[in-house]
């Protein structure tokens, strides 16, 4: 059996939680790849409404095992959070979540290093989410991490402590005032919660089961477009959210990968700072951000809202290998007049598809604009029944690409969505 993969192909809040939510029935395993709590992954299940940040989103069908990859980074304070929880709900999906020794910990000083860097970069801010993930993946790839695996070793409170003091001589250089005292008794009770849970070597569990026959979704966080190599840096997450990224972050070799669901909405949202081509200042922005409720599931932060980006879907779309499409949020679009897709670039009076290196200033979108619908269109369950103009828009998309769009969401709840065969 291969694995699959589903994946954000925009800025992230495409709807991963909720398709990985429908889509887990089909899977024995769900397992988180990369990023860590900056990820909010929304459930919408009749009146039950939950959101994700470090717990993967199979978590409440309680025949799914769930995995935390080595990829990922995780605070335990969020963690034992997110647990609690999920313990008041549905606590039998707990008993099978496992976690990679090798994920690395957000330690409390992390979080005060992101603040202390987005506060002194002023105008020019990243806009993170300020949960510690720029600091922790700078500390493992410099090679100087506390991992998940470390909680178990007898010197673990010495490393923590060398750690820390390591970011105490950091923070020297901002003027940066905090108290964590109190934020490292929380955290350390955290780490009591996670050794009660199953701490796995990822690579072999997950290379075990593909040759069981089980079938796992490696399930992404964050966008393509924040991907620390192809986004739009420096304005991205520190991780790769690209599907090479899933084999690295779980142990999967290339040659495993099956289906890799790329999934977009049918407009587009960012939340943070940095370029974004089809941004709305108008009407029609403040009509996607309300009817599309698009406040950040982590932050509550208002995102900004814009007409869908051909260009940078089909970039995406490449750097990912996606075979299935899937476009959420199609029932925002309904009541609109009309709507726009930008179908090129203008640079300088020269059209291209391509996303340029440096895409902030000069760059014009070239719109092509559909005819929009009036029905409301959450209860259409198949995808005969939905307007013509929306099945004009999906096949515009598919010719375009050359990817079938085999999945619709029409509504945030789970039964709102429409599985083409
Ligand atoms: P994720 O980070 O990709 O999992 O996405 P988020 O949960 O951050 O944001 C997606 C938001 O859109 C959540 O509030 C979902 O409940 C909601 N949502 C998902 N699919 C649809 C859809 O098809 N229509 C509508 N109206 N809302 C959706
Ligand atoms: P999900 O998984 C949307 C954005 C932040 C910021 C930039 C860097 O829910 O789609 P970071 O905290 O990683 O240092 O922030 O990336 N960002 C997200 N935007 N959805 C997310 O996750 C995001 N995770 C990070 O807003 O611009
Ligand atoms: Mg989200």
Redesign the pocket.
Known sequence: MKMDILL?LQW?????????DVLSPEYDIIARFQGGPN??????IGDF?H??HTIP?GIFRKDTVNIIGNGVVLDPVIFMNEVAKIREIAPEGLKSLYISKKAHLILPSHKTLDAASEKSKGLTKIGSTLKGIGPTYMDKTGRNGLRVGDIMCSDFKQKYDFLKSKHQQLLKQYDFEVDDVTNEEEWFKGIEVLKSFQLIECEYFVNNAINQNKKILAEG???TLLDIEYGSYPFVTSSNTVSSGACTGLGIAPNRLGKIYG?F??YC?RVGSGPFPTELFDADGEYLQS????????TGRRRRCGWMDLPTLKYSIMLNGVTDLI??????LSGMESFKVAVAYDVDGIQTEEVPFNYVDKLMPVYKEFKGWKEDI?KIKSFNDLPLELKQYIEFVEKETGIPVSI??????RD??IIRK
């Open positions: 954000g992230g809040d495409e709807g991963k939680g909720k398709i990985v990820a909010g992954h929304s459930l919408e409404k959101v994700l989103s966080a964050q966008g999934i909405k049918s949202t009817k599309g409720h698009e406040f950040g599931a982590t476009m959420t949020k199609s029932d925002v959450s619709v969401s029409v509504g945030p709840d709102e969505t």
